[in-house]
């Protein structure tokens, strides 16, 4: 059986997990505790589940945002050990997002989430960062 051009045994069910602070995205990813857990079904519907991270030290709370089964976490401002082990656990950091959680959350599942309309304020952009040979940091290419 095929819908929209995608045999339906091949679509999956996509997680996108996003700290919160209230309704909004909270500006920092490391102190975050409350987390929405959206998950777009096959029919498309978008289901939102609350999950409380208290772990303080940052591996394990990478290892319990990790263990949520998310592909993909859309954040404010993140530390750059906490984004590396994120991304080593296999999901997509999208950094640098800030305002309403129910506007980020459609505007990604929508393909509309853009570079100036959800960026955090101050940020020059979502370019990743990069480390010097010698373990300096470097962002931007600076």
Request: glycine residues 10%; contains cysteine; charged residues 20%.
């Amino acid at each position: 059986m095929v819908e929209n051009g995608t045999p339906i045994a091949l679509r999956l069910c996509v997680k996108v997990v996003i700290p919160s602070d209230g309704d909004r995205i909270s500006p920092l990813l490391d102190v975050a505790r409350t987390f929405v857990l959206v998950t777009e079904g096959l029919d498309g519907t978008l289901a939102r589940e609350e999950v409380v991270v208290v772990e303080p030290d940052p591996v394990a709370k990478a290892k319990r945002i990790a263990g949520l089964g998310a592909g993909v976490i859309i954040c404010g401002a993140i530390s750059w050990p906490l984004e590396a082990m994120l991304t080593a656990a296999g999901m997509r950091v999208i950094p640098n997002t800030c305002g309403l959680l129910h506007e980020v959350m459609l505007a990604h599942f929508a393909g509309e989430l853009t570079e100036q309309a959800f960026l955090l304020p101050g940020c020059p952009g979502r370019q990743h960062r990069r480390r010097h040979r010698h373990g300096r940091r470097w962002r931007n290419g600076w």
